[in-house]
């Protein structure tokens, strides 16, 4: 059985190719059984879709494979803390755990803004684990917003240094 460092490292390794592609770094995998079921990383920007994100899309590719849609023996693993429209697809797909990397005090539907996921009035709550590799989670999109912020570099410039 794998610990759950190993599986948010994939994640951590879709993210990854979401920043390569200028899409903001957030990865997700689910895994079934100790299996590898699905991978996915957000895809906003090139597909023009505002709900192509990691954990949409991983759902979507689990679903797809499993041939179901309720994935009560699955657990999602994500960089970033699910959103409001990522967590009522993880309540959608009855999950069975959720384990993210960094909070997001911005739009964390999980723990940080909201607690969608523990809410009695739903249907279904899947258990949560925060924090795994928090650092390298919160790393990778503190970079790549800096990175974003930089001015752009002028030829022109760049040339009279010396």
């Known amino acids: 059985m794998y610990p759950l460092e190993y599986w948010m490292d994939l994640a951590l390794t879709e993210a990854k190719i979401a920043g ?17 079921i699905s991978s996915a990383h957000n ?22 494979r499993l041939g179901r849609w309720r994935l009560t023996d699955c657990t999602l693993y994500v960089t970033l803390e699910p959103c409001l429209m990522c967590a009522g697809a993880i309540i959608q797909s009855r999950m069975g755990r959720v384990v993210y990397g960094s909070a997001d005090s911005k739009a964390g539907a999980v723990t940080s803004l909201y607690k969608t996921l523990n809410d009695t009035r739903l249907n279904h709550r899947p258990e949560v684990i925060g924090g795994i590799r928090e650092v390298a989670c919160s790393s990778l999109l503190k970079e790549f917003f800096w990175q974003l912020r930089q001015p752009p570099i002028n030829p022109m410039e760049a040339a009279k240094s010396p």
């Open 20 to 36: 390569q592609k200028q899409e903001v770094p957030i990865g997700a995998v689910i895994v079934c059984a100790d299996e590898l």
């Open 43 to 64: 895809l906003k920007e090139i597909s023009h879709k505002a709900t192509a994100h990691a954990e949409i899309l991983a759902i979507e590719a689990a679903c797809l």
